[in-house]
Nanobody, 125 residues
Framework: QVQLIESGGGLVQAGGSLRLSCAAS????????MAWFRQAPGKEREFVAG????????YYADSVKGRFTISRDYAKNTVYLQMNSLKPEDTAVYYC??????????????????WGQGTQVTVSS
């Protein structure tokens, strides 16, 4: 059973930075992509950033382009989300996800087979 273990959330002032980490408990499972999603209170879960695991192609939501960076470390079996210039509207629970195959699009949450427990990010104004 694959587990995704997130860390790095917290409280930060607007304009600050945080780095989220997501480590997979199993290194050998066949993943096609990993991504970060977020869900704010009263809103639907939305795509933030994703990376095609093999080739490294990266995708971002328009709302975070130029501020967030997704990256991976093969050796540590970990994916990161570096978040800079944070805004109050970035406040949400952030989830790491892994897909064994992508059919309809990396930004679609129904493509993902494994999810982390979520980590709270709160940005104060």
């Amino acid at each position: 059973q694959v587990q995704l273990i997130e860390s790095g959330g917290g409280l930060v002032q607007a304009g600050g930075s945080l780095r989220l980490s997501c480590a997979a408990s199993v290194s050998t499972f066949n993943r096609a992509a990993m991504a970060w999603f977020r869900q704010a209170p009263g809103k639907e879960r939305e795509f933030v950033a994703g990376i095609v695991w093999g080739v490294g192609t990266i995708y971002y939501a328009d709302s975070v382009k130029g501020r967030f960076t997704i990256s991976r470390d093969y050796a540590k079996n970990t994916v990161y989300l570096q978040m800079n210039s944070l805004k109050p509207e970035d406040t949400a629970v952030y989830y790491c996800a892994a897909a064994t195959r992508i059919i309809t699009g990396i930004s679609r949450s129904n493509q993902y087979d494994y999810w982390g427990q979520g980590t709270q990010v709160t940005v104060s104004s």
